[in-house]
């Protein structure tokens, strides 16, 4: 019985792995080449003479992603939102799916559009929301392999004017970045914490970003007279 450690670059760890004796190097290896992970093999034990030996391998396995994406953009052009994505290659990929969400929780399919199964080459899709929410909205692109499995991509964020509102994103913020837009007049912000405690004032003339730490927030917002409040939360 010999052993043989192989690393996952994916899970950064080695596996200990027990095989019978006459069970050549290179055979492990191949079984190998059947994981959809990049992996780096060792093997130690004897040479079948006697001698102790130790063989190591680095074995690629090339783009085992189910697409490379090459860009994905959410534009907003009167009042319709552009959204376009491209795609470097393809690894059995069946479909598409934009999804749009109002609150970065809860997010609804919006379209729908077929995916080139296997492809090498740049290829380019492009659809529309044509019913965009008012205020801020989150898109992000959903990948879905032909055996079900699916991927997600990073968001995208859609402002759409909405009167004098103050437009706060994201919200929840799991980096502590919170983004403050104001499209209308000059206006006070106040942040105070769940305890009451003032932490930020500031005027806020058109976009303002504040750090602020784990904890939920009340934000009290005066512009022409008019007073609002909204909450904000920051988690780890």
Known sequence: MVQCRCFSK???SWMMVKINSTMKPIIYILLILFSRQNLMAQYSGGNGRGDTQITQAN????NALPIELVSFDAVLQNRIVDLTWQTASEHNNDFFTVERSADIFNFEPIANMDGAGNSTVLLSYATQDLHPLNGVSYYR??????????????????????GDELLVFPNPSSTGLINFQNPVDLGELAIYSSEGKLVFKEMVGNTLQVKLNPGVYLVRYEVAGLLKTKKIVITN
Do not use: P
Not at 59 to 62: C, F, H, R, V
Not at 149 to 157: C, I, M, P
């Open 10 to 12: 994916l899970a950064k």
């Open 59 to 62: 074995i690629s396995l090339g």
């Open 141 to 162: 692109l959903k990948q879905t392999d032909f055996d079900g499995a699916f991927e997600y991509s990073d968001l995208r964020v859609v402002i759409l004017g909405a």
